[in-house]
């Protein structure tokens, strides 16, 4: 097992979840704070990982900054743009006296000038206003998002790079697709999360609050009638979240089951046909999309039914509004233009309310996503370097293993007591039946693993001592399944000496290893030498001749140390002597 640094945030202080407390009398209740007990929850996960972002952060503070200017700019700018209508209805239409009081500002004079003037600085405003809101969330946007691609990057590069720090026992354990899956999607849901879900909140809170503030001034309790439906329908959509939530879960999974299937099917497409199955596999998909598109119609639906909720609600909110409003008015307590404000920020005070449910669906999403990549991030290598490593000045190449123990994770022993001393420019073969152990013994030296007992030495310093790079530059190691790289031949032998100091390998030094491993002759008559394009995983060669290309490629690196996993498998009886006579003559 992998140590973490990190806690599982699944275990930490926040559980058990609270709602598990409340007594079944009060179940009823529990699920209506359900919502946001787990909405608390998530947050505080959002912080953590919030924090553990900062370094990623930091270089992009002063655009961070001046995005959140922009957002403040916005507020400011929506906060005045139904004002120019009041000064154009109280003033020019009704010819009343104005009803702005802004503090250290007297607007009285608007009401001396002529209405033509009012009439055209009005509509100039309302013009003027849109612009500037327009290039405030521009600004606003385009700074979050190049912050954004910035610190994805940079995430991405460390992911990609601790990946290859982890050890083999992580990647024998963890799915290639979904480690694929955490360096992709993952960390794009958490830019979202990052950049605009922080900016998008901050600026809708903003606008919500100075609403409220603006409103309460104009009108105290006209403004608590107008705000009280607001709780109700936050709590209305939290409560359709956590079942949206679910929906969409459901749904991907089962896009997931309908994109592994066909990804089985295509993998394997040479059994369908040979098995004539393409009738049965195509029955098991229309099943599967079925389910899906069941899921994704489930998903519509809730969302529809959720706007019809929101729709009645803001409805209702508007007309008490309109009603007391209107009653004010007659009774000279407000103007038309003040009611005119209040009815547009009713309107438009619902909007961010909605945003901002939505945004804790996504930072419920991104939590998720932000944990996932955490999780690997954290992760500390099984195999590393001892604080004080050593790097031995020269490499004889003598192994010993001393009593050797070897078990997988809680699994029996493999290999037992195992002693073992090789001189250098010693050649020994290990034999036994399928599954004694060799591939495991071999993995050991190079340390992939670490033995469970006893002890390995390189010219007598245990292994586990020397700098991990520096050990495993001394050894070549031909794995049991030769694995090829989707590039020219000639890249796929020279990639053995990619870590050598000084010049590349020369084309000459390059065929030399080929010929070595009897490689040379079929090389030649790929259509283009070696610089023949092979197949991904080296699809489009045979077994024998992607064994004898990794064996170039194992002579290639000069290593003191040759390690051969079962390096004839594959091959012809004639191959197989050539390749032997080839190692002799090393
Ligand atoms: N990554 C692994 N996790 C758990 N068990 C393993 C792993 N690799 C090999 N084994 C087990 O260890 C035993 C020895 O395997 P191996 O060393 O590959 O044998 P050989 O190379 O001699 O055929 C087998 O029983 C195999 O099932
Ligand atoms: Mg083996």
């Known amino acids: 097992m992998e140590r973490r640094r990190a806690p599982d945030p699944r275990s930490g202080r926040g559980s058990p979840p609270v709602a598990l407390e409340v007594d079944t009398v009060n179940r009823r209740l529990a699920f209506g704070f359900e919502p946001l007990v787990r909405g608390y929850r998530e947050t505080r996960q959002f912080g953590r990982i919030l924090v553990r972002l900062r370094p990623y952060l ?50 009285h004079f608007l009401s001396q000038l002529a209405p033509h003037t009012v009439l055209v ?24 998002a190049t912050a954004g691609q910035d610190v994805v990057m940079s995430m991405r590069r460390e992911l990609f790079a601790q990946f290859q720090r982890l050890s083999l026992s992580f990647h024998r354990r963890a799915h290639a697709g979904d480690l694929l899956m955490r ?31 603006v409103m309460l001034r104009m009108d105290a309790s006209l403004t608590l009638v ?31 089951v309908l994109a592994s299937t066909a990804h089985e099917v295509l993998q394997g497409i040479q059994i369908v046909q040979a098995n004539t199955a393409e009738h049965y596999e195509n029955q098991r998909f229309k099943e599967m999309n079925r389910r899906s598109l069941r899921a994704s119609l489930n998903s ?17 909110g508007l007309g008490s509004v309109l009603w007391l409003g209107a009653e004010r008015v007659l009774a000279g307590r407000l103007s038309p233009g003040q009611l005119l404000v209040f009815l547009a920020y009713v309107q438009s005070f619902y909007k961010p309310l909605r945003t901002l449910s939505k945004m804790t669906e996504r930072m419920a999403k991104a939590t998720a996503c932000g944990t996932r990549v955490l999780e690997v991030l954290e992760s500390v290598p099984e195999i590393h370097d001892l604080p004080h490593a050593v790097v031995p000045q020269r490499v004889e190449g003598r192994i010993t293993l001393r009593g050797v123990g070897m078990s ?25 039946p399928t599954g004694a152990g060799k591939s495991t013994l071999l993995a050991l030296v190079p340390r992939f693993y670490d033995p469970t007992e006893g002890e390995i030495l390189l010219d007598g310093v245990p292994i586990r001592s020397i700098r991990l790079r520096f050990l495993r530059r001394q050894i070549s190691f031909l794995t049991q399944d030769a694995t090829i790289l989707g590039d020219p031949v000639r890249d796929n032998i020279a990639y053995g000496a990619i870590d050598r100091e000084g010049a590349p390998p020369s084309a000459i030094e390059i065929e030399l290893a080929a010929r070595a491993a009897r490689a040379h002759e079929f090389i030649q008559e790929l259509s283009q030498g070696y610089d023949t394009v092979v197949g991904e995983r080296g699809a489009t060669l045979s077994g024998g001749q992607r064994q004898r290309i990794a064996i170039a490629r194992a002579l290639l690196r000069r290593a003191p140390v040759l390690l051969l996993d079962e390096p004839m498998t594959g091959l012809d009886p004639i191959s197989e002597r050539d390749v032997l006579e080839a190692i002799e003559n090393l």
């Open 58 to 107: 930091k270089p992009h503070y002063r655009r961070l900054g001046l995005a959140m200017a922009s957002t403040i700019g916005f507020t400011i700018v929506t906060l005045l743009e139904p004002w120019p209508l009041q000064i154009l209805f109280d003033t020019v239409l009704l010819k009343r006296k104005l009803r702005v009081h802004v503090p250290g500002l007297d607007l």
């Open 183 to 213: 360096l992709t999607g993952d960390i794009l849901l958490l830019r979202e999360m990052v950049v605009n879900a922080i900016i998008n909140i901050m600026s809708h809170a903003l606008v919500v609050t100075g609403m409220i503030v």
């Open 121 to 144: 600085t009005s509509v100039s405003a309302v013009l003027l206003l849109a612009l500037l809101r327009g290039q405030f969330y521009y600004l606003q946007s385009v700074l979050a």
């Open 226 to 256: 107008a705000v009280g439906l607001a709780p109700v329908l936050f709590l209305c959509l939290l409560s359709f979240r956590v079942r949206l939530v679910e929906a969409a879960h459901r749904q991907r999974k089962r896009e997931g």
């Open 408 to 432: 997988y994770g809680e699994g029996p022993p493999v290999l037992r007591d195992v002693t073992l001393d090789i001189a250098p420019g010693e050649k020994v073969a290990l034999v036994g």
């Open 300 to 316: 519509a639906r809730l969302e529809a039914q959720l706007n019809r909720v929101v729709l009645v609600l803001i409805a209702a």
